[in-house]
């Protein structure tokens, strides 16, 4: 077999077998194929496409590349969710522990915040003493012990991911929908999952914009996971505003607790139940959908899921005081208000620009070397659809200093618009496929 | 201007700029962008094409990244021919003194052998002394003096080219129209010519095997050659069976002087008068092509063409007395017959199994650094549309020793197809395209 065949193959529109998948990536992992010779492929890839198969083939080659944890020996089915990605997005924090409480297992490996939009490692790690580097063993005991635990990824698991994606970063081959599954479906699957629930974002603030992209995102992401004999379901979710009213590192973790404790905004407990309760029916704890709905809410309700919250935080070394006193997370030393420049109705809060006056407020990175400011971030007072007058304050921005305000303040502005035309919330959840 | 933006413009299928084209490759050539970018966009090209502005914008971006000549202030009109390689093809070798010998100025930046087809500089190299490294200096002394010159192409010359093709190579984006006509024409281009004759070849043994895609590659060549300001013409010729009837170095020279004394094999005395006088009409030296001919045929008779390579060879170092007794010429020690195994009608000879078969003689290069042995070669004693009885010879096979022969043996025994019935010799020029 020969890398060249494999290039002219998928040049010419063909399918390559799993053999030559196999093949390409294996070598590629090891240093035998070059980085220009892989780049030709993902454009190859990126422009001709791949089909079902191919994309299965390539998922479990870039799987098989590193360690796969065999959690077997865990009594229980360990469900995992997994979020193409969005901006005020701490639904793991809370979905995590509802979960974890109904007794889904849950081992989540988690990523950084990439882009405008935030990273779950990058929130916890705002709650003093957190620690997301754990041992393969304490890992292991955290999801058999208290049923939820989160770690980082590692440089063992699926070691042909990262390799590619820093070659896609640089190659214009990002967003293309195989490569894309591959990419998720090869890290998640490196948990030792029974089943996996995608919560597939659509609008401004997504990677994928419009409803019809993030369809097919999430149906081949759904056809690859069974295919490799994962039962996987996906929601189709909004990402045109921001998820709750908080973003920023430890906002969001103060947020999650609010709304583990019952008293989170309408939006973000909304769809932290649904997703939960998909957890639950995929595991396997109850027979239907509004059963699991059920179940995910009495969590909540009981306090189980906010104690399961206290553990895995201590656990992982955080201080635990903070699920009962957010008021212990750091906190900016300044805050000012955006007002309304005019009366009417909120029409849309563009979520890609929150999330990038987050990341010039510090809370995000703008290189791989940036140290992240837990504290800074940005409070919506209003949603889309509400009424505001002129003047009244629409956010809320935590700052560190006048230079970071300085360049987060046009973005934050800027994300507002406001109409004379009343509107409607957007709807929550689009779809679901399965 | 950034090359991310330029990759994602080509792999959505756009039309990249003369600015954002010219970008790329001065970066490239630079070395500020990597190759694993620029292989990504080569297959984008490959894939999604050019249309031919930005294929003239390649070809003068490729054609500017090294030394331009400037011949103006030789006299005349400076037209060269290239052929897209063939096997048994030493055209260049004689209509080159022919159009000199008519008063055309032809500086020609010849290559070495490729694959199964033979390189007009390791030909000439079989003439004891001929040198092909001259000084710019003494190249424009040669066609000023002679008319006719013949150097290697040196690193100066188009730089991006040599980078760009080593890269297309291994990444299986060879066969682009666009990125060949680039190639050819950047080259081509920085010999300081006014005009070009193309001789593009078709068939089996030659890069485009089908007429339609010859023809392609045909329009492709003239359109760009004409778009920035060279008279472009070209000839589609057949390459499924050898030109002449001599295939390897010292052999190919002594057809071509067999050929400038009138003596030549009809099929490539035929094809070297046609494109000498498409060079002459091109270069002003006759009202149309019929007269062309008359003059490419006259300097032929006259002995003037035959002349002009006695001096050419002299000019270069090489013994001008093999002009006259091509007996000098090194010799291989051995000859063997391939006989015919059936009665019957030559129904095709393999032009690119003779060339195979030559390379493995010694004649040509399996890698890099292979030398060149230029005294062994096949010599067909039988071409198509021939009848020959059982056991006739339909071949004498020229070698150096028996390790050598046992490899070309199967290609040169395999390249005859003989079969019941008559077949007439294929057509020799196919098209002309202006």
Redesign the interface.
């Known amino acids: 077999m020969h890398i ?1 065949d494999i ?2 193959k998928k ?1 010419n529109g063909g399918t390559l077998s799993r053999e030559e998948i196999q093949f390409a990536i294996d070598r590629y992992t090891a240093g035998d194929i ?11 890839v ?3 496409g791949m089909d079902d198969s191919e994309t299965g083939a390539l998922t479990e080659a870039m799987l098989h590349s590193g360690d796969v944890l065999d959690l077997s020996d865990i009594p229980g089915r360990k469900v995992d969710k997994h979020s193409t990605g969005g901006v005020g997005d701490k639904t793991s924090l809370i979905l995590g522990p509802i979960a974890a409480a109904a007794g889904v297992r849950v081992p989540m490996i988690s990523g950084r915040g990439l882009g405008h939009t935030g990273g779950t490692l990058d929130k916890l790690e705002a709650i003093p003493g957190f620690r997301v580097g754990l041992t393969e063993a304490e890992f292991r005991r955290g999801i058999a012990e208290i049923g939820f635990c989160l770690v980082g990824q590692t440089s063992r698991i699926a070691p042909a991911d990262r390799k590619i994606y820093a ?1 896609r970063d ?4 990002v967003d293309s929908i195989p490569l894309i599954v591959a990419s998720i479906m090869s890290k998640k699957l490196a948990e030792g999952i029974d089943a996996l629930v995608l919560d597939v974002k659509t609008g401004r603030g997504a990677f994928m914009k419009t409803l019809a992209d993030s369809r097919r995102l999430a149906r081949a992401l759904v056809s690859t996971g069974n295919a490799v004999g994962k039962k996987t379901i996906a929601l189709i979710t909004e990402m045109s505003q921001p998820l709750g009213t908080l973003v920023g590192n430890a906002l969001e973790v103060e947020e999650a607790i609010l709304t583990l404790r019952g008293e989170g905004p309408d939006d973000l407990t909304a769809l932290s139940l649904e997703l939960a309760a998909e957890m639950i029916l995929l595991a396997g704890l109850a027979d239907d959908l509004p059963a699991a709905r059920r179940i995910a809410r009495d969590q909540v309700e009981s306090g189980r899921a906010l104690e399961i919250m206290r553990r895995q935080v201590a656990f992982q070394g955080g201080d635990p005081a903070v699920v009962d006193d957010p008021g212990r997370l750091p906190a900016a030393p300044h805050r000012v208000s955006v007002k309304a420049p005019r009366a009417g109705h909120v029409q849309a809060i563009d979520a890609e620009k929150i999330g990038l006056a987050v990341v010039h407020l510090g809370g995000g990175r703008l290189t791989k070397e940036d140290l992240i400011d837990p504290a800074v971030g940005i409070r919506l007072i209003r949603k889309v659809g509400e009424v505001v007058a002129v003047g009244e304050p629409l956010a809320e921005v935590h700052y560190s200093g006048p230079d970071r305000l300085e360049r987060a303040w046009p973005l934050g502005a800027a994300a507002f618009q406001i109409g004379p035309e009343p509107a409607g919330p957007p709807p929550l959840i689009h779809e679901r496929i399965e």
């Open positions: 060249l290039l002219l040049r070059p980085d220009y010779q892989m780049s030709a492929l993902l454009m190859a990126f422009i001709n070659l640089v190659t214009a081959t």
